[in-house]
């Protein structure tokens, strides 16, 4: 697996510790907070794009806990998003630069 950010760390550690051990595709969404849909799923494995080690149950198909989140995590990257403020500092900082043009327009 790549290097992880420390959000990514974070998240994989909380979910490892709090989903089930096996999980239904027709409960990953509401397990994950609905990063991920059930369709969306069946259409990666379908693709055999979705997690290792998928595995029939009867008519469902179900997944380790583990095979997920490393699935999810290669996937995805995770970090954590910057409020406005943030956001609107670092414009301001890169606008500041010498012999940076200014946005907007300029007062001649």
Partial sequence: MAELTPEAVEMRK??????????????????????VSAESMANYDTRREGPKNAMSVGDSVAYYREDLVEWLLTRWTVTIRKTREERLLELAKRDAKPGKRSRGFSRA
């Avoid at 909380?14 to 990063?35: D, M, N, S, W």
């Fill in 14 to 35: 909380r979910l490892l510790a709090e989903l089930p051990p096996v999980i239904a595709r027709k409960h990953v969404g509401t397990f994950l907070g609905g990063l």
